[in-house]
C-alpha cells in the first residue's frame, strides 16, 4: 500500500461548481520517517523513564529549557509549564545551590568549558531529599562565545550515592578503631610491604609512621624467624586468617 496526499479545489462558472481538480502526491517515505522517528522516540522515553535519566535542551536566546516528560518528576514535580536555570537552582538544595550556580554560569560563560559534570541535591515537596548527577554538553556559542544551545542529562543516583555515603562512614568508623586501638595494626600487600601502621605498631617497631611505610615484613622481623613470618603470609593466602609468633626487631636494635 501506498500513503497519498489529496488536494482539491472547485472550478466555479458564474459562481455554480463546474467541476473540481485536484492532484494526488505520494508521500510513502514521508509517513515512513514520521513512524520512524516516532517510534525511535517513544523507544529513546521508555529507555529513559526506566533507567531514571530526563534529557534536556538549553536555549540561550530564550533561557528556557526543554526537556523530556520525566524530567520534572526527578525533582518530585508534576509537568512544569516551563522550566529554565532560574527555577532548576530553585530546586536546588541551599547547601549545593551555589557550586551549581558557578558550573552553570561558567559553562555558558565565553571563557567556559564545553561541558560540565555535578551532583547535587534537591528536596522534594514531600521533604525528601534526593541525589541527582547532570552534565552537559555545549553544542553552540553565539560569535561573542556565549553558549546558545546546550544539551545534557540528569540522573536520579540517591541510591548509590547513600550507598557511597554509608561505605564512607563505615571507612571512617573502621579507621577510628584501627587508630584508637591498643593493640599493633598493620595493612600489608601481598609481597609483605606495609601500607598501613597505626600508632599502636608504631610503638611496638619503633619506626615513625612514614618511614613504616617504606618498610617491609622483612625489615622488622628478626632474622631467625623470617621463615615463620613467610609461612604466616602463605597461611593467610590460603585461608585468609592465620596466627604465629615471631620476634620484632625495634628501629634500636631491641627485640
Known sequence: WKWVRDIGLTIRNNGQIEFIQGAIYDITEQKRAEQALKLSEERLRLCTQLAGVAVWEYDGETGQIARSDNHDSLYGLPLQEEWSVARFLKHVHPDDRQRCRQSVAQTIAPTGAEGCTFDFRTIWP???EHWLSLIAQVESRDEKGIAQLIRGAVSDITERKLADLALLASENKFRHYVEAAPDGIFVLDLEGHCLEANEAGCRITGYPQEEMLTLSIAD????????????????????????????????????
Open 126 to 128: 514531600d521533604g525528601s
Open 220 to 255: 622488622v622481623v628478626h632474622p631467625d624467624d623470617l621463615s615463620i613470618a613467610e609461612r604466616h603470609i602463605q597461611q593467610i593466602k590460603r585461608a585468609g586468617h592465620a596466627s604465629a609468633e615471631s620476634r620484632f626487631v625495634r628501629k634500636n636494635g631491641n627485640i
